[in-house]
């Protein structure tokens, strides 16, 4: 089985204020498999910095409802060092939620250059500033050729 790139995330809600409405974009890109989750944990870290992981299978919370389906065949590949490395990066008073996924768009690719004697030579992310940036530019240029 070929396995596409993985890469995580980690997306903070400050005050603690996670609601679970995010969950209905991440089941699209999930469910049109463009994505795999192999891996997520909710990392919540109090005003004093200090970290409590909460569990998604906690049926009685609504915030993690609708995360139900998509977690139900993780593979649990983050351990308890990579979890507290990760919490590491979120501010006081943040929820956090961290995923690991797959990017499955990318086995056939991943294939095919193999198959065609080729290999990843380098790979990066783009900063989220630098895409707002650019965004912002991109407007911009949109509103000018609107206006002439």
């Not at 995360?67 to 983050?78: I, T, V």
């Amino acid at each position: 089985m070929t396995v596409g790139p993985l890469e995580y995330i980690i997306v903070g809600f400050k005050g603690n204020k996670f609601d679970g409405s995010i969950a209905r974009e991440i089941a699209k890109v999930s469910e049109q498999k463009i994505i795999r989750i192999v891996d997520a944990v909710m990392i919540a870290k109090d005003v004093e910095g200090n970290v409590a992981v909460i569990e998604f299978d906690n049926k009685d919370d609504p915030r993690f409802a609708d995360f139900a389906p998509l977690f139900a065949d993780l593979a649990g590949l983050l351990t308890p060092e990579d979890i507290l490395t990760l919490a590491e990066e979120i501010p006081a008073d943040t929820s956090a939620l961290a995923m690991l996924f797959e990017h499955r768009w990318a086995v056939d690719i991943k294939d095919a250059m193999a198959a065609a004697g080729g290999f990843l030579v380098g790979r990066s992310t783009v900063a989220p500033e630098v895409l707002a940036e650019l965004n912002d530019e991109l407007e911009a240029a949109l509103a000018a050729t609107a206006a002439s």
